[in-house]
Every structure is written in structure tokens, then in C-alpha cells.
């Protein structure tokens, strides 16, 4: 890694304890590296300004300045511009991450009534007022009756997903429902029980087990256990 | 590398996608200018950098370095050796993305950018001094101590 074993000018002496935090510091952080960004907004606003004329014009003028480089140069100012432009232009149609920490934002607001939900007595009706806010909003699989439910359309990075708050639960648990073609599984941990794969997540007291199940992307997620949010999944049925 | 660098630095996704957006364009913009044998990252995150300054700069903060950030004769703070501390990989590892970031945040601009540069983009401490301007030792410094202060805020 990026720690120092050696004795540097300007740099302490390091105890071995000292070498392990931080080399486990720079472990962590280099895992930052593979945190989901929504990349929507920029994506619009890079858009934007690119597509204006004034910077088209100004690559123009360049091209003849790029004429007198050598062919190398001229290649890496190409991948330059495919890297910095073409990835940002180009990517809006691929499938979004599934952002913990957007799924957190979204259940809390659900919990605290920061975001409207439409109260519900069944699945059907819930699909019904789902379709009504979005005509091409993912249908909700069949929950156990035992829970008051709630639900509504919200959007993860310009990805549509349905949630559905159960209040059944000691702690309230939220559903969310994508079409699996638009969400990407992160790369957590995962468990398999009864054939069918989970992925794990907590963020502080709150636990998130997601699934992909035919064209659909599931994620639970609430102050309950693992074990209990998996239970839940097991009996959502299509 | 852009779009994240950014989000780490500002903790807002508005300041974020704004500073990336600049960033960006300006890339664009002075791509005649990019040297052959130069790496990328390195060319980009330069430019974030000064991107940034600006910023900071005509928002009416002065861009400094606060002293703390370059003492040399760093006393490590008590919270390493405590017991919470005796599997630091696990402990680390309990702590989520988002609350790494927000630790981030405690931290001296320059020190944020050093932890940013070496041990969250990869980079190399002879890139990251080149592009902070300062000497490869000062990088060094900024990130031990960095990395202990980061800890603390963790803990805090």
C-alpha cells in the first residue's frame, strides 16, 4: 500500500501498531474507490455545455493546432477526450447502482413522512396507485397481510423504483422494487439460503438484504436483522 | 475519479456535480494543451485542484494550510491504542462510506486532498506532491497525520 515501513526525513517513526492502523486507514479508504456516484446530474449539466457552440467551436479551432503534434500526442488527446466527454455523453442509458446510501435517504424519508406515501390495503391496490403515478412503474410482488403498507414511485439515479413502507415489523421496513435491467447489484457480501442469493448491507443499526429475482431488483431495509429482512424476502411472491 | 474526488471533497452532491462539471470542461477545453508521456489522472486531478481553489477563492475564503497540518513531530492521539483499535481492519471496515466522508470533512483541505489523492485515487505520493505543489515529504507528513485524525473523527 501507500504506508512507509522506511524511516524517512520529515516523517515519524512508526510503531508496528502504527503501521497496521494505517495501513488498514489506506485499505479503507482505497475502498472508496468503488462507491457508487450518481452520476445523473453531471452527466446533464457536462451535456449541456459540451453541446454548446462556443466550446465546439473552440475544438475546431484546435483541430488545426493539433495538426502540427505528433501523431502520439494526437492519440492521447483523443483518449483524453473519449475519457473525459465520451464516458459522461454516453453512459446515461446503463443500469444505475444500487446507492446504500440513496436507499438509506429514501427509507428514512418514508419513515419520517418527509416523502408523501399513499396508504394502501393490499398489493393490488398498491400496483394500482403505482401505475397511476408512472405508467411504466415496477410492479410489487405479494407481501404477508399482517402489515399496514404504504407506497410510492421515486426515482435513484433517474432510475424509476416503487417503494412499499410495511409497518408489520417491530421497526419499519421499506421495499424497494426496480427493474433489474436498470439497477446494478453493488459489490456487498452475500448469503444463500434456500437457493436464492442475498446481498447484505448495514449502515449503522439499519440492515439491507437485496435480491435479483427474474427481471426484478428487490431491496429490504430496516432496524430489524438480517435474518428478519431475508424472512421477509422469502415470502414476496410475483 | 472526478465526480468522486469531488463529492469527497465537498460532502454535496450539488458543490459536487458543479466543481466536476468546471473541472471537466475545462479539461476539455485545454486538451491541446496536455502533454504527451503525462498521466491522465494526474492531468485531472490537477485541474480539479485548481478548480477548487478558485472556488474557495471567490467565495471569499482564503485557500490556507493550517498549521497543524505540517507539524512534524506528530504525538499520536490516545484513541490508537485503545482496545476499540486492536483489529483496525474490522473496526475500519464497520464504518460506512458515508460516515468515512463525513470524517473527511474534519480534516484540513490539504490533508483531505493528500488522504484523496494517495490512498482513496491510488496515486503515487510523488504524483500527489507534484500535484499539491509541495514537497514529496510534506505529503507524506500530511498523510500520517491525516490518517490519525481521520481515526479520531471515526471514533469522535
Sequence with gaps: MNSENSQQPGVPDLSQQQVRLDEATADRLGKLRSMPIDLSGLQRAVRAQIAEAGVVQTRWRSFWAW??????????????FLAVAGA?????????????????????????????ATS??????????????????????????????????RTIQNKKVA?????????????????????????VPSVTHGGAIYYLQAVGSLNMVMEQRQDKWLCLIGRISSD??????????? | MVART???LTHNQAEADDLAQETLIKAFKSLDRFREGTDMR??????????????????????????????????????????????????????????????????????????????VEGLDQADAARIMGVPVGT??????RGRAMLRNALLA
Design chain 1, 67 to 80: 495538426q502540427q503534434r505528433p501523431m502520439r500526442a494526437i492519440a492521447a488527446s483523443i483518449i483524453i
Design chain 1, 88 to 116: 459522461m455523453l454516453y453512459s446515461s442509458g446503463r443500469p444505475a447502482i444500487a446507492s446504500v446510501a440513496q436507499i438509506v435517504q429514501l427509507h428514512e424519508d418514508l419513515v419520517s413522512g418527509r416523502v408523501a
Design chain 1, 120 to 153: 394502501v390495503q393490499t398489493i393490488e391496490e398498491a400496483n394500482r396507485v403505482l401505475a397511476s403515478e408512472s405508467s411504466d412503474a415496477p410492479s410489487l410482488p405479494n407481501v404477508p397481510d399482517d402489515h399496514q403498507m404504504a407506497c410510492c414511485m
Design chain 1, 163 to 187: 417503494c412499499l413502507l410495511l409497518k408489520g415489523e417491530s421497526e419499519p421496513v421499506t421495499l424497494t422494487v426496480a427493474n433489474a435491467a436498470d439497477m446494478h447489484m453493488p459489490a
Design chain 1, 228 to 238: 428478519r429482512l431475508i424472512a421477509i424476502a422469502q415470502g414476496l411472491h410475483f
Design chain 2, 6 to 8: 469531488a463529492l469527497i
Design chain 2, 42 to 119: 494526474s492531468w485531472l486531478a490537477t485541474i480539479l485542484r485548481n478548480t477548487r481553489i478558485d472556488r474557495i477563492r471567490a467565495a471569499g475564503a482564503r485557500f490556507t494550510v493550517p498549521l497543524e497540518a505540517d507539524v512534524q513531530d506528530i504525538s499520536e492521539p490516545a484513541v490508537d491504542n485503545s482496545a476499540a483499535w486492536s483489529n483496525p481492519q474490522a473496526m475500519l471496515d464497520g464504518f460506512s462510506d458515508e460516515q468515512m466522508i463525513r470524517a473527511m470533512q474534519s480534516l484540513p483541505e490539504e490533508m483531505r486532498w493528500a488522504l484523496l489523492l494517495v490512498d
Design chain 2, 139 to 144: 505529503v507524506k507528513s500530511r498523510i500520517h
